[in-house]
């Protein structure tokens, strides 16, 4: 995936900073109540249905709307999504059918689950076809109950959601829907077999992803009816954080099940290329020169990334929340780094983390956020140069796109002299993992001291 430098993002909007903060307060306390009802009549019509030029359409964005209104023509022309289906008939979607016997793999269940909207025959209206891929309605929802009203004047996006349509808006809540595909759920998931017979291996950063997506909504959102449009300049941050705390609980629920399933170990929750490097000669090795701390040399340890950046968040947000889930969490690291851990307490202790996570993925999504906090984290993440490396490409990968996130964020508002030397300090970061079976630790430290030297 291109990240980075290629990253194209849209300009931020409103101009009052606090308010968006009491918008996604008020979001998310509207999320704890269980107010979705399973829309058990809703049915999936297909995005042909909102792809006139009066309604999603349009080929140019509208000034005129709440919304812009050309977001069929962004999906069907620049969001992968839209060829999602394609690439199970590509040639590597063909020949990972082949290799795991499941015949044609746009007739298996098992990628579908992903790659399509692969919903019941009853839920399936008569405009609906299997080969549109990731559509509207896998992320919006079942539209039939929603989609000729929610085109009427006042109807609101409450009366959307009690008719079937998903919370997007809430932060957590879609942070959940990506991850349903992109970390995967006891009912669809992507393991090392799928991985070893083709399948890329499944990462992840809201922020990031949602650019690249690219977006088809507007940033900052308005507030509710009535209330001005708000700015907020920091809504990048808070995906970031969101997505990540979501992100850590979902992997944590992750670990929970598989620890008990038939297949474990489950080589993708360790780190890839601790198995997947070249050779060197003794002398030029630096894994022989680091040591294998807390576990026998050459056993193969947990891939952390989805904590090794975040726990700097964590921190700030909860000191004594996140001290709570660096046990967990280190208790988790340690059993998985061993060959034969014990499984129920494996389960055990990443059930406690999940839940840890949880807290503060709330606290996370509804707290304000400014220009101090960002240089903080940015500072703080880009200090912890030799812990995070050395916890394997994977953390690198997220060190930089939290990096990259955080700075695109704090730049827009703060104007510093050295920007343009931080944006490429933090691009040299991404350069550093073209080649992850190359990965290099000391090198990726020295790297991270340079980006942190430059934010003093
Ligand atoms: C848990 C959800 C999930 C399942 C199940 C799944 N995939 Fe995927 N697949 C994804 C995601 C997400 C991506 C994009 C990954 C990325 O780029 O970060 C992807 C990417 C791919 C790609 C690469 C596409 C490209 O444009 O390069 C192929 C090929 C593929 N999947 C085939 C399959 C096949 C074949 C199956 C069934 C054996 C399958 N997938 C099952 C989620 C899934
Ligand atoms: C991969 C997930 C995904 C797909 C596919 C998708 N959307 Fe979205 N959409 C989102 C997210 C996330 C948001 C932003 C949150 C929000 O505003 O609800 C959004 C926002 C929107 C909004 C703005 C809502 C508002 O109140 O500001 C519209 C309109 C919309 N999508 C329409 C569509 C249409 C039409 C399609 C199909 C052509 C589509 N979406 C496909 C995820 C998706
Ligand atoms: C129903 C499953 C599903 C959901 C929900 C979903 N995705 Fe995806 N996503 C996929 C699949 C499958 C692909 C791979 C498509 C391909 O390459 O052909 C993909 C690809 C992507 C890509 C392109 C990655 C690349 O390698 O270029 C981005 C970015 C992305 N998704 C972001 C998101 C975001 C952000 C959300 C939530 C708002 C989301 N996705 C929700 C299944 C899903
Ligand atoms: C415990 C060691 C171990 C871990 C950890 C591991 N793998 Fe593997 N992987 C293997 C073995 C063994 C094979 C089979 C190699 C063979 O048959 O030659 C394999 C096969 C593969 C293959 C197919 C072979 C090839 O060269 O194309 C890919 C791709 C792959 N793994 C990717 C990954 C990714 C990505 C991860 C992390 C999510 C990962 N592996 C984690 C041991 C591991």
New binding site residues.
Partial sequence: MKIGTERKREALRCAVAGLCAIYFAAAFAASAAPAYPPAESSKYTGPGSCSSTSCHGSVKPRGDSRIFQNEYSIWVIKDKHAKAYDALTGPVGERMGRILGLGKSEQAAKCLACHSLDVPADARAKTFELSEGVSCESCHGPASAWLGPHTTRNWTHEQSIAAGMYDTRNLVRRTEKCLSCHLGTQEKSVD?EM??A?HP?LYFELDSFSSVMPRHWKTPRESAPGVPAENDAWSGVRDWGTGQAVQLRASMERIAWRAKSKNWPE??E???F???HDLTSPEQSWRQERGYAGRRPGD?PW?ASRYAVFRELAHQVDDTGASRLDDQVAQIAKSLSQLNPDREAVALAAAGAASLSNQLAARIAAQPYDAAIALRLLQKISSDADEISNEGERAAEQTAMALDSLFIAYSRTEKTASAADVRAAINALFQQLQNPSRYNPADFAAQMRKVNSLLR
Avoid: E, M, R, V
Wanted: proline share 7%.
């Fill in positions: 090392h991985i070893a083709g291996d080589y993708s360790l780190q890839c601790a198995c997947h193969p891939n």
